[in-house]
């Protein structure tokens, strides 16, 4: 991206948000175009900036980390956890080497204090050791973890073999907090759970897959343009354009518009609001209904209880230490 186009993009980025702070999220370049990011920003920025690199890893090295450092950036790092180690000894001998970018980068992070969480797709395979998955990634030193279900269709409108099914979703979200609810609460942040409880305390969603309306995030290309991220269309080179578009009307398309009746008759509706469009291949329900229907079922109780202890102002985390007891 040119000096005029970067440019352009920061000003107006900035412009259009009336919040404390504006997010910037990047996903390629390196130390020289980062510097020039930062500048720009300082020049028009009166308010804080929230800069977040996305990376599996192979990019980062000791002077990038150091200028994130320096410079308060947070990495989002895409991890792919054999399935089939034991442990996370074993996983540190892996020979896959998208796995082994992600290792190298964790070192990198950790030695100059980096924030960073981690992000892992879920499938078919690695579903099936949900336990061993979690530990994992939470061994890596991180308190927040991300998972991703992999949801894709073959030419006949299929899901692929690799796809995790609704049940296997089910099963590691299921398994994956009971071990979280015992343990880690408060140390360990998994977007789906906090959410999950914050929808039961009474405030909306805000994870993009599960929202009712989807956020305003574009995507820049190199010539200055900009495109929706949940469509082809380019919308143009001003961002103040983009906002007043269709696909940024109203913070986004509604997801509920296109909802089957069983979704709207739905007693979890509040908590999944009919999932990612994406993810809806069977007669308008999310592949992972069953799954997603599963979990928060399961979780209810527990919920409950962590609402309850909010409301008497003590910490969801005091539900940890009874069941550790029970």
């Known amino acids: 991206m040119d000096d005029a186009a970067l440019r352009t993009f920061i000003r107006q980025q900035i412009a259009t948000h009336s919040a404390a702070s504006v997010p910037f999220a990047w996903q390629e370049g390196g130390l020289d175009f980062f510097r020039r990011i930062v500048a720009l920003q300082k020049r028009y920025a009166k308010k804080r900036i929230e800069n977040t690199f996305h990376t599996d890893g192979s990019s980062l090295d000791d002077e990038l980390c150091r200028f994130f ?21 074993h996983v540190k001998r892996s020979n896959q080497p998208s796995h082994q970018h992600a290792l190298n980068a964790v070192q990198w992070l950790a030695k100059h204090s980096v924030a960073f969480s981690v992000n892992c797709v879920v499938n078919h395979r690695n579903s099936q050791q949900p336990l061993h998955l979690y530990l994992s990634l939470r061994a ?16 006949q ?17 299921t398994t994956v907090f009971d071990y979280w609810v015992r343990e880690d609460i408060g140390r360990v942040y998994i977007p789906l759970f906090d ?18 309306t989807r956020d305003r995030t574009f995507a820049p290309h190199a010539n200055g343009d900009t495109a929706s991220v949940y469509s082809d269309n380019h919308l143009g080179n001003q961002i103040i354009t983009v906002n007043a578009s269709d696909d940024a009307a109203a913070g986004g398309p509604h997801q509920t518009s296109l909802l089957s009746e069983a979704c709207r008759r739905c007693d979890m509706l509040p908590f999944c609001q009919g999932d990612c469009p994406k993810h809806r291949v069977v007669q308008g ?3 992972l209904c069953d799954g997603y229907y599963h979990f928060f079922s399961y979780s209810g109780p527990y919920m409950r209880v962590m609402r309850d202890l909010r409301k008497q102002r003590h910490s969801p985390m005091s539900l940890c230490a009874f069941l550790q007891h029970c």
């Open 69 to 89: 450092h320096e410079h308060g950036w947070r990495v989002s790092l895409s991890m792919n956890v054999p399935a089939v180690a034991q442990d996370i000894r």
């Open 195 to 212: 959410e999950t409880l914050d929808v039961w305390s009474g405030y909306p969603l805000h994870l993009c897959s599960c929202s009712e």
């Open 140 to 155: 890596l030193g991180t308190p927040f973890v991300h998972f991703f279900p992999l949801v894709e269709q073959d030419l």
């Open 285 to 287: 329900k999310s592949a």
């Open 157 to 173: 409108g299929h899901l692929t073999p690799e796809s995790v099914s609704a049940a296997a979703w089910g099963h590691f979200l």
